[in-house]
T-cell receptor, first 114, second 115 residues
């Protein structure tokens, strides 16, 4: 069974540019969550999508946005990049159903903003 | 606001030693708690998931316990091996159940097992 995949694995951008990251969840999983990981702040929740709807959102500026498609694949977009956006961006997929389901993470996209 | 803390921040042990990693959370109204390991520059690998109604879970040399009332979880690793070297993270899913899958992560414990 294929795991969570994320593309691209590495990105280098300059300040002011925008970027789009992609996440394909495990087959049958309809919930996709995004996290930002930095050395200073650790892992922080960005947002969660379920059945193409944003179900929850973390405390990030509006430059961070996302969406989910009918096949459960999700994208996140960061506009007007800042140096502080350099981070490892991780997505996780969860099988829907009664709560307590295990979450599975992808390998991440390493974004460097110069 | 839920806060998750892990102690110690770093740990170095000789191969073969049994060890315990600690995770504490401030709000006991959690739905579940999950332990992960992360190798440098990599994603997270799920180790164990403990439901709020459970006291412990075991997988191979790993055993995780949960005490909701005291806001604590421990990850016990038996007979540690150099391959266990990684950062270990605990994360809680808050008590609203199926409404969201948001996880709140601890700060992690960096484990080094010396051969």
């Amino acid at each position: 069974k294929a795991g969570v995949t994320q593309t691209p694995r590495y990105l280098i951008k300059t300040r002011g540019q925008q970027v789009t990251l992609s996440c394909s969840p495990i087959s049958g999983h309809r919930s996709v969550s995004w996290y930002q990981q930095t050395p200073g702040q650790g892992l922080q929740f960005l947002f969660e999508y379920f059945s193409e709807t944003q179900r929850n959102k973390g405390n990030f500026p509006g430059r961070f946005s996302g969406r989910q498609f009918s096949n459960s694949r999700s994208e996140m977009n960061v506009s007007t990049l800042e140096l502080g956006d350099s981070a490892l961006y991780l997505c996780a997929s969860t099988k829907p159903g009664q709560g307590g389901n295990e979450q599975f993470f992808g390998p991440g996209t390493r974004l460097t903003v110069l | 606001k839920q806060e998750v803390t892990q102690i110690p921040a770093a740990l170095s042990v000789p191969e073969g030693e049994n060890l315990v990693l600690n995770c504490s959370f401030t709000d006991s109204a959690i739905y579940n708690l999950q332990w992960f390991r992360q190798d440098p520059g990599k994603g997270l690998t799920s180790l164990l998931l403990i439901q709020s109604s459970q006291r412990e879970q075991t997988s191979g040399r790993l055993n995780a316990s949960l005490d909701k009332s005291s806001g604590r979880s421990t990850l016990y690793i038996a007979a540690s091996q150099p391959g266990d070297s990684a950062t270990y993270l605990c994360a809680v899913k808050e008590g609203y159940g199926g409404a969201t899958n948001k996880l709140i992560f601890g700060t992690g414990t960096l484990l080094a097992v010396q051969p």
